[in-house]
């Protein structure tokens, strides 16, 4: 694959949900749960994506996938074929050539308990993957499956039993080595870790870095927990209501986070203990409120009711995406190049 083309492309992706109406539908709106989010993400890399529960990342990872149909924008995906490089229109793609194109792009799911079928022996489930795409003889596909185990951390007599005679821990390892099955190049992590311990979640976040060195695999990391984002991802794209309001370098975007959203986030990190004595939280009073019905006109910037530094322009125009460096990228009227890092007292340590 030609490394100067991202593998994968997201340009203004858009998803609206229909509400309202009743028995009548009267009334009936349209709720945007993702407007107008574009990126790209390179071999190797992973791009955290980050934000409060209902900020529509979730949403995102889905629209990607095409588990959900977005209503408008273009997802780019690209595979190495035997003539070079292909690239798939995977929102346009037709059921058969999407089906194959699931082979290359996978899911680690949130739930380890839900996300494994109860009545399928752990071998099954990872070699199933294996048989819809026709790799392999059973033979092979038997060796696989206990090769993948071992390689998550697992004994290969685990083929053999059950899901319910595992840990969370050990089910998420089940879940990935079923996702590295049919040799993909993408793997979406929904909020992969957030029903593990903690202990056990930097076990998960240190095998899916190894992973990803090893077969230079590219991850869309889906998570709240900024901590865990800062530990496994290149790029972070930070999201409010819909949108992303700030992207860049994970480096720069922990040290210098220019959005005022992103600044409360990183604050609200949790602290060691004792905490500082200049430890001072970032005023961002109230919760992330409920996106507006389309087809009011947005009014404004989506941040400013809870902003500590808004002024009257954020009332009135919604901000655009600006640069303020190489791929520091946000959307705030208030953010310069010379915008400071956050203090020592409020950037949040996992």
Known sequence: MNDNQPLLEVRH?????????????RGRGLLRAVDDVSFCLDRGRTLGLVGESGCGKTTTGRAILR?????????????????GTRTHDVLRLPPRDLRRLRRHVQVVFQDPHGSLDPRMTVGATVAEGMAAHGLYTRAQQHERVSQLLERVGLDRGAARKYPHAFSGGQRQRIGIARALAVEPSFLACDEAVSALDVSVQSQILNLLIDLQRER??????????????????????????GQIVEMADSTELYQRPAHPYTRALLAAVPKGWPPEKDAVPLPCPGAQAATALLPAP?????????????????????????????????????????????????????
Do not use: W
């Open 13 to 25: 992706l858009t998803k609206d949900y229909p509400v309202g109406g009743g028995l009548l539908r």
């Open 298 to 350: 947005a009014r404004g910037c989506r941040f400013q009711p809870r902003c500590p530094v808004a002024v009257a322009e954020c009332m009135r125009v919604e901000p655009p995406m600006i640069q303020l460096g190489t791929g520091h990228l946000v959307r705030c009227h208030l953010a310069t190049p010379s915008c400071p890092p956050l203090p020592s007292g409020e950037r949040g340590r996992g």
């Open 67 to 83: 588990l959900v149909q977005p209503t408008a924008g273009e997802v780019l995906f690209r595979t190495q074929e035997k003539n």
């Open 216 to 241: 230079r695999l590219s991850y869309l990391f889906i998570a709240h927990d900024l901590a865990a984002v800062a530990h496994v991802s290149h790029q972070v794209a930070v999201m409010y209501q």
